[in-house]
């Protein structure tokens, strides 16, 4: 598979748009860089006293242990994290998922950007519904609360907010535990019997799932809207960690890469179209690495290309539709179906969304769009690649499996392919595999809540 490659025939056009976007194509001597820094912020945010804060909060779990296969009952499991809010009920027998009912919520923008307390009384409204639909009120069910959005974890089940990312800006909520704030919403109506009893991001949850599914996996990732990862790290490296913790040996890890370079150690790979999407996102500032791929951002990317290179004459006949010209309306669904022509070699749906976009366009646009796609889809690969090189080489495992949810991944063509390609390249002692964790953060609640379960029962023993 080669590196992207832009035909066009006329030379001088070829040399002005590659100069424009060659910010993005990352050298091997910048990916070198960016791996060194990801693997110096790593250390900082796991040490006691760091000289300099780090970018990567490298957020401790307190999940000492996947499932061991002895989990069963009934169990809750709420997602919490995009624009949808899913309750779940699954039945787990002897460690696995036997049977799954699921509802879905779609969160209003303004409950997204509104008080928090409001926003925990439309979960715990939800919760009521879904309960009542299906006779489960009175049973007091464990339930896992998948919370996706970085967290300062004190236990399995509290969870400090430290800052919302993606398309939520609920007031009083950043530095409050999100499982009392939905148990207080619980309580506040009265009518809802259920005893939340684990907090978890959804890398955890994808963890759990995939190491269900097969042993040796040890990574749980996320593309989707927003994108992160978490590892098993060995608790003795762990060196913030305080408190009583002698017979832990491992334990999860939430990287919160999504943040990666926000306190400017990343600055030197930021194009003008990386600043751009971050001055017009919701946080400005704020988990900058993920706005370089995550789902939310991609397209947006492509666009601001796009328009630049449309103003500079080199594309649509300098003709921007006023579709173009508007945040958000180059989705990450077209550099998917983009990177689909480039993979069968045919222009169907490029054209399809050039004339979605009311652009006029002949076939070096088409050229230049499929180009910008694949350079843009090229670079997310890398940058995701590099920061799992640098987690199996870390965890230096004779045999990994990462397991990955989030529709980026899921939609997109050939980003597993691309990831399969770089990471071989960039850890290749390392074996791995790449495993699609479907429903990680639905699924893997419940299995946590059914681990926590475990584990309470042990103690009080
Ligand atoms: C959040 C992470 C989450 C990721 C994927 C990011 O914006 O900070 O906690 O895991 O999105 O959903």
New binding site residues.
């Given amino acids: 598979m080669s590196t992207p490659v832009l035909h066009l025939d006329d030379p001088v056009k070829r040399q002005k748009v590659l100069e424009l976007v060659r910010g993005l194509d990352l050298t091997a001597d910048t990916q070198k860089k960016i791996r060194d820094v990801f693997e110096s912020e790593m250390e900082l945010g796991l040490a006691k006293n760091p000289p300099v804060a780090s970018s990567l909060q490298m957020e401790n779990t307190f999940l000492p242990e996947l499932c061991d296969g002895s989990e069963e009952g009934d169990y809750l499991s709420l997602d919490l994290?995009?624009t949808n809010f899913r309750v779940i009920w699954l039945r787990i027998k002897s460690g696995a998922v036997v049977s799954e009912a699921v509802q879905y919520y779609q969160v209003p923008e303004d409950v997204r950007l509104g008080p928090g307390v409001k926003l925990f009384d439309f979960l715990a409204e939800c919760i009521h519904n879904f309960m009542d639909g299906r006779q489960l009120k009175g049973q007091n069910l464990p339930l896992g609360f998948t919370f996706?959005?970085?967290?300062t974890q004190q236990g399995l089940d509290v969870g400090i907010l430290v800052s919302w990312?993606?398309s939520f800006n609920c007031s009083g909520v950043v530095g409050e535990d999100a499982v009392k704030m939905l148990n207080d919403a619980i309580h506040r109506r009265g009518d809802t019997d259920v005893d939340v009893i684990a907090v978890l991001?959804?890398?955890t949850g994808t963890l759990v799932q995939g190491a269900f599914v097969d042993r040796k996996c040890a990574i749980g990732l996320?593309l989707?809207?927003?994108?992160?990862a978490c590892y098993i790290e060995r608790a003795d490296r762990i060196e913030k960690w305080e408190g009583e913790h002698k017979d832990v040996k491992e334990v999860v890890i939430?990287v919160?890469w999504?943040?990666f370079g926000d306190n400017g150690v990343l600055d030197f790979i930021k194009t003008e179209y990386d600043k751009e999407v971050d001055r017009n996102s919701l946080l400005v500032g704020s988990?900058t690495f993920?706005k370089h791929f995550?789902g939310k951002y991609l397209g947006e990317i492509v666009r601001c290309v796009l328009v630049r290179l449309t103003k500079e004459g080199l594309l649509f006949q300098s003709n921007a539709s006023e579709e173009l010209l508007q945040h958000g309306a180059f989705t990450t669904r077209f550099v998917s179906l983009i990177e689909e022509d480039n993979v069968n070699g045919v222009d169907v749906n490029t054209t399809g969304a050039l004339n979605e976009l009311k652009l006029a366009f002949n076939k070096e646009d088409i050229e230049i769009v499929k180009y910008i796609c694949w350079l843009v889809s090229d670079r997310a690969a890398i940058l995701v690649s590099i920061c799992t090189a640098s987690l199996l080489e870390r965890m230096d495992r004779p045999e990994t499996t990462v397991a990955i949810d989030?529709s980026l991944f899921k939609h997109h063509p050939r980003l597993k392919s691309f990831m399969e390609k770089y990471i071989a390249a960039m850890a290749p002692a390392n074996k791995f595999q790449l495993m699609l964790a479907e429903d990680g953060s639905g699924k893997g609640a419940g299995l946590i809540a059914a681990i926590a379960s475990r584990l309470k029962k042990q103690q009080a023993h």
Avoid: V, W
């Fill in positions: 994290g995009g996706s959005f970085p967290m990312t993606k991001n959804d890398t996320i989707g809207t927003g994108s992160n939430d919160e999504g943040a988990f993920e995550g989030g």
